[in-house]
């Protein structure tokens, strides 16, 4: 086991898969001098220009050069430094990254990892606060995951480097410098499983990336209330990992699910229908979702606050699932 | 100088045969459209044909092209067989793309044919990536991005230009400028009359051609080809054009008059070039109708084969989402 930020384990399976593959390279905007977070920093020490590739601010040719690249035999990881800055690129991620595998008939795979900081961090207010992941679970033809610790970070990025399709790999700002444990070796955490970070008998919480921080703060105070919560870290929203989740809902009945995603139309929305779609004769409550407020995201902090949740907002959750309210 | 001095007979004949193919294929594609015979809708190639076959003759089999939402042209010219296309249209399991792509989607990778795109300007960066990953695999192969007058306004022609210039990738960007993006004139929505000059605020060639003679497209696009190859980086080429039909089949033009097209059509670039190889001695009469009547043939042979051919079976339309089902 070792001990590393968030942001450098992503900077470790990099390096892996770069070491591994030469057909992976990365572009992206400042990526020669680390990135906005530290996330590349060294690559281009290792692996030279030709593979670490400085992009103009111009996010649409980033995709779209990722895009023919990845077409064309390499495996190309593009990086965005904030999830607003993909919305420049939305056509080349849209209609042609998600949709070049079945329009084509199935003739050609897209293998690009698309990365992209989302999330609140110290008032970057409107535009640099977002989080995005409803735009691409919503398309077919992408992937996409949202580790929460640095041991799937590595282990996701490993996972999405190595796949076939393009995958969105969405690296939450205010969990990038946390540290944590990693496995010793080429750790790989496989797209598609969900973790139980905590097992529980009284409700499932079903959360991911930063909000899996706030969730875990949440079991603790839940828990000195003498509620037992079992939280579930999605980790990849697509795929699925829903037999994680209706294994736990059927024996808890009772559901929050969460992001610090807006809640309105939100991930969150397409988890509860499908355990209510799945499970619903197991249910004891209506299921709780809990996401940012339907308003973009505030600069001043304590605006900020108050349209954000955090572990408050899960505990108030839980406690009106449990009809404790 | 002779106009056909830079190529032989063989290449000027197949740059000949080529255009016919197109014609006539493209001819068919608007009375089965119009016969109810094909979904969706069509964008034909009419009056161009003289660009995808003079610039994919400069090309090799193994080079890339991207290309635009009036596809068909290219996907013949770069060396797709028929029948596929024409299954593709239909809708038909037997197509380019297993029915899932249709007109505006044909693509061929196995030939280098990166994908007919429905979005304007859509393959230009995607040429580029394609140019970046051959330099790196050391491959030597060249990209062409098709795309038209309307196209190069979009912010995607200036990132593109921006980004293969700096990085001088093997890439040449055709800019078929037919006069019209849609239904609107590009007078009425360009800010310069010349748009090879947009060439210069990237620091690259930026050549006018009449794209209606063969000679001229072949000549200049084997330049920007060899300079991409060898590593002097992007030409823009601005070929000069008249789109026959409208901008799809079945659209009234309402935006131009009649005796505008009229005249248009007297510059058929196919015809020019008929004259040029007879004038050259390389073409007789009778060898200009076996190829077309030849052309006529093998474009019957690609009806009959979509039409045979059975339609994707429905539990199929999850397939090839992912490349495993997840």
Redesign the interface.
């Known amino acids: 086991m070792r001990r590393m930020s968030f942001g450098q384990a992503t900077v470790d399976a990099m390096r892996s898969a770069m070491r591994e593959d030469d057909r992976v390279?990365v572009l992206g905007e400042d990526i020669s001098w680390g990135g906005n977070f530290g996330q590349f920093r060294g690559l281009l020490d290792e692996f030279g220009p030709?593979?670490v590739?400085d992009?103009?601010i111009?996010e649409?040719?980033i995709?779209?050069?990722?895009?023919?690249?990845?077409?064309?035999?390499?495996r190309p990881v593009a990086s965005m430094s904030f999830v607003e800055f993909t919305l420049g690129a939305m056509?080349?991620i849209v209609?042609?990254a998600a949709k070049?595998?079945?329009?084509?008939?199935?003739?050609?795979?897209v293998p690009l990892v698309l990365r992209a900081s989302d999330g609140v961090l110290r008032s970057s207010a409107g535009q640099h606060s977002s989080s995005l992941e409803g735009l691409f679970t919503h398309l077919?033809?992408l992937?996409v995951v949202a580790p929460s610790n640095p041991a799937d970070a590595r282990g996701l990025l490993r996972a999405a480097i190595a796949?076939?399709?393009p995958v969105v790999y969405l690296e939450n700002k205010r969990i990038t410098a946390k540290r944590g444990p990693v496995p010793a070796g080429d750790h790989v955490v496989p797209?598609?499983s969900a973790a139980v970070r905590r097992e529980g008998s009284d409700l499932t919480i079903v959360t991911y990336s930063v909000m899996t921080l706030h969730a875990e703060k949440a079991c603790s105070s839940l828990a000195e209330m003498g509620i037992e919560a079992e939280l579930i870290d999605l980790r990849s929203l697509?795929?699925l990992d829903l037999d994680t989740v209706l294994s736990s809902v059927a024996r808890t009945g009772r559901v929050v699910v969460a992001h610090e995603a807006w809640e309105f139309g939100g991930f969150g929305a397409e988890v509860v229908s499908a355990i209510t779609g799945q499970a619903f004769d197991r249910l004891r409550a209506a299921p709780v979702r809990v996401g940012a407020a339907q308003a973009p995201i505030p600069f001043s902090p304590p605006l900020e606050r108050a349209v954000v949740p955090g572990s408050d907002e899960l505990v108030a959750a839980a406690r009106e699932v449990m009809g404790l309210t | 100088m002779s106009l056909t001095e830079n190529m032989s007979p063989g290449l000027a004949l197949g740059i000949h045969r080529t255009m016919v193919r197109i014609r006539v294929f493209e001819s068919r594609v608007e009375e089965l459209f119009k016969a109810g015979k094909l979904p969706g809708f069509v964008h034909t190639y009419i009056g161009q044909e003289a660009i995808a076959a003079g610039v994919c003759a400069a090309l090799d089999r193994n080079d890339y092209i991207t290309s635009t939402h009036r596809g068909h042209g290219h996907a013949i010219a770069k060396g797709m067989e028929l029948g596929p296309i024409m299954a593709e249209l239909y809708g038909k399991a037997t197509g380019a793309c297993r029915g899932r792509g249709g007109s505006m989607h044909v693509a061929d990778f196995s030939v280098g044919m990166l994908g007919a795109n429905g979005i304007v300007a859509g393959g230009l960066g995607i040429a580029a990536g394609a140019a970046l990953s051959a330099r790196y695999r050391g491959t030597h192969q060249v990209a062409v991005g098709f795309f038209g007058d309307g196209g190069i306004n979009k912010g995607t022609f200036h990132e593109a230009l921006n980004f293969a210039a700096t990085h001088r990738l093997g890439v040449v960007f055709v800019c078929e400028n037919n006069q019209y993006a849609q239904f609107t004139s590009r007078l009425r929505t360009t800010s310069v009359e010349d748009l090879s000059v947009r060439a210069s605020a990237y620091g690259i060639p930026g050549i006018t051609v009449d794209g209606n003679d063969a000679a001229a497209t072949y000549r200049e696009a084997l330049e920007a080809v060899g300079r991409a190859r060898d590593g002097g980086g992007p030409t823009l080429l601005n070929m000069e054009t008249y789109r026959f039909g409208g901008h799809y089949v079945g659209d009234a033009e309402v935006y131009r008059a009649s005796a505008e097209v009229e005249a248009r059509r007297q510059a058929d670039p196919i015809l020019r070039w008929e004259r040029t190889l007879t004038d050259e001695a390389l073409m007789t009469a009778g060898l200009g109708e076996a190829v077309w009547a030849e052309a006529a043939d093998e474009v019957s042979a690609a009806v009959r084969f979509a039409e045979e051919s059975p339609h994707p079976d429905g539990g199929t339309a999850l397939e090839n989402v992912f490349t495993q089902v997840c």
């Open positions: 390279v030709d593979r590739i992009m103009p111009s649409a040719i995709m779209a050069v990722t895009v023919g690249a990845a077409v064309t035999g390499l056509d080349e209609n042609q070049f595998r079945y329009m084509f008939g199935g003739q050609v795979s077919p033809g992937k796949d076939d399709d797209l598609g697509v795929p």
